[in-house]
Each structure stands twice: as C-alpha cells, then as structure tokens.
Nanobody, 114 residues
Framework: QVQPVESGGGLVQAGGSLRLSCAVSGSTANFRRIAWYRQAPGNQRGFVAQ?????TTVYADSVKGRFTISRDKNTVYLQMNSLKPEDTAVYSC??????????WGQGTQVTVSS
C-alpha cells in the first residue's frame, strides 16, 4: 500500500464550496474505512467525516448538513458547501486497512475568508 494523496484545497469566501479528493492505492475497496480529519493552528486534529466499506457514513456535528463524503473506484471525496471561516484548516485523509493499519496523507490547506 502507498500513502493517500489529497488535493482540491484552496481559498474560498464564506458561503462558498470546495471538493477535496483523497486518492488511494488500487481501489477504495482495499480499505475498511476512509476518513477526513482537520487541524487549524493552535488546535488539535479533529474528526470530520468517514466512509465505511459498506457505504455507511458518519459526520461530525459541526459539518452535518454541509459536507458530504463519497467515493468512486480509486478516490474518496469530501464535498464542502456553505463554508465558514471556522472551517479553515489543513484537511488530511486517513485510509484504514483491513489489518487495522492506518495510512495518512500529507494534507491540503482550506482557507475560508470572511
């Protein structure tokens, strides 16, 4: 297995949208769970959303109704709508294998201006 690779971050005004991508090795079916986390300066890294192998999803309360996690064969996406300045952070992807080893990407910066 190889390191996941995130992309799609950038600068957006409050109320705008971005779609993040997490490209994984081979297939998203190689993993029991793929999740997004975020970390802003001075804060601890926090959970955002996860996609389980059976297609079920879990969201943090702070993003529920605004963010949507989905997948295709090789990539997991995070659609981010109605963005707020407090969403500003580095967003990282974690791919959890069936042997319970976790693989982290390098992260992509999301900045939301007021």
């Amino acid at each position: 297995q190889v390191q996941p690779v995130e992309s799609g971050g950038g600068l957006v005004q409050a109320g705008g949208s971005l779609r993040l991508s997490c490209a994984v090795s081979g297939s998203t079916a190689n993993f029991r769970r793929i999740a997004w986390y975020r970390q802003a300066p001075g804060n601890q890294r926090g959970f955002v959303a996860q996609l389980n192998a059976d297609g079920t999803t879990v969201y943090a309360d702070s993003v529920k109704g605004r963010f949507t996690i989905s997948r295709d064969k090789n990539t997991v996406y995070l659609q981010m709508n109605s963005l707020k300045p407090e969403d500003t952070a580095v967003y990282s992807c974690k791919a959890s294998a069936y042997d319970f080893v976790d693989y982290w990407g390098q992260g992509t910066q999301v900045t939301v201006s007021s």
